[in-house]
């Protein structure tokens, strides 16, 4: 099985970063499924995000993990899907990272998961009650690189927002990975914040705005 051959891969994490993670996830509320889109034998990304879920798993009770084989529907591999619940019963809330997470991005993976297990409590109070008056489906894309520190802030709230949201879905991009999918945006600075394909949000900004920007966006479908 392809889960049994990722285990005795090198850990992917530095040490420094390893020696903090049980402060950020073995007290998670909910267990975490983590689900890889890839082809471990066609690309060494696709084959990191593997060893990258499955150490996380080996190691902490409340995460699971499997990979799957890449799908049509999506244009860019590895994704990485953030689930509620266990292998055997995992519900989707829309949380995915679409190449492999890296650098600062490390932290966006964290936040996802802590996202999905503590079910998006620490969005603010005003953004979950304009959240559950939502009725039209967005979908938020945020690009952001491994270098780029300030990404990590901005994908917080969008995942949160997912998990909040059963109309909200939040795809974290990798743009140094994919440069083709910088190109169709236009996008010159990163992070950058796509919402349904049209609105446009460049860096960090707080969750009042994002609704604003969502409003928008829904208003001109």
């Not at 499955?54 to 529907?73: E, G, W």
Request: charge should be negative; proline fraction near 4%; glycine fraction near 6%.
């Amino acid at each position: 099985m392809a889960e049994e051959q990722v285990n005795n891969e090198e850990n992917p994490f530095d040490e420094e970063t390893w020696a903090q993670l049980p402060e950020l996830l073995d007290y998670l509320s909910e267990p975490v499924h983590l689900i890889v889109w890839g082809d471990e034998t066609a690309a060494q990304q696709d084959k990191q995000a593997a060893v990258l879920c499955s150490t996380l798993a080996n190691r902490f009770d409340k995460i699971q993990y499997q990979i799957l084989p890449r799908r049509i529907n999506y244009d860019y591999w590895p994704v990485i899907g953030v689930m509620g619940g266990t292998k055997e019963d995992w519900q989707d809330f829309g949380v995915r990272l679409i190449g492999l997470p890296d650098g600062y991005q490390m932290t966006s993976f964290i936040t996802a998961i802590q996202a999905v297990a503590f079910r998006g409590s620490t969005s603010e109070a005003l953004t979950r009650i304009q959240l559950a008056k939502l009725k039209e489906d967005v979908q938020l894309e945020v690009f952001v690189a491994a270098d780029n520190e300030a990404g990590a802030m901005m994908t917080h709230p969008l995942f949160n927002m997912a998990v909040v949201s059963p109309y909200v879905r939040t795809f974290m991009v990798m743009a140094d990975q994919f440069t083709t999918a910088v190109a169709r945006y236009s996008i010159n600075y990163l992070p950058h914040t796509v919402i349904n394909g049209r609105v446009h949000i460049e860096g960090v900004v707080d969750e009042e705005t994002i609704l604003r920007h969502m409003a928008e966006a829904i208003r001109g479908q």
